[in-house]
């Protein structure tokens, strides 16, 4: 095994010292998204086992009032594309004819929607553990 050159070990050493420092500085004054040189907090902290989670799921109303859980196979929409833009729809709810569109392109023969709903299924906790109570407020309602 042949020995570091000086400049080898000199390039090592300052690849090091600014690894170290962009960690140190990311541990100080970073988030999520300078990951590898912050602690990923995600899932880094508990949530009060006293608060509901939350869920969001995408509904639509068809012409015969039958409501349909909108997801990826029927409309082609995941429900983390919908969490990622929450506050787009809640804004402007006209933005949802676009699941509309796909849920009408996906299922031809079927019922056209009446109307598309976001909704927020907040599963109340006591303890951390569920109390069976569920509650459902509409974020966002779109009707042609």
């Not at 949530?47 to 029927?74: A, K, Y």
């Not at 729809?89 to 996906?106: N, T, V, W």
Request: aromatic share 6%; net charge negative.
């Amino acid at each position: 095994m042949e020995a570091l050159s000086p400049r080898g070990r000199l390039t090592r050493v300052a690849v090091t010292l600014v690894v170290v420092a962009l960690t140190f500085a990311g541990t100080l004054f970073g988030d999520d998204f300078d990951f590898p040189f912050a602690p990923f907090q995600m899932f880094a902290i508990a949530d009060d086992p006293d608060e509901p989670v939350l869920v969001l799921r995408t509904d639509g109303i068809d012409t015969t009032g039958r409501r349909i859980v909108l997801d990826e196979r029927n409309a082609g929409v995941r429900r983390a594309e919908i969490e990622a833009q929450i506050d787009r729809f809640k804004a402007d709810p006209s933005l949802l004819r676009s699941i509309q569109d796909a849920y009408a392109a996906r299922n031809p023969g079927r019922p056209p929607l009446v109307e598309v709903d976001i909704v927020e299924v907040q599963h109340h906790l006591r303890g951390a553990q569920p109390t069976g109570v569920v509650t459902e407020v509409v974020l966002a309602r779109w009707k042609p």
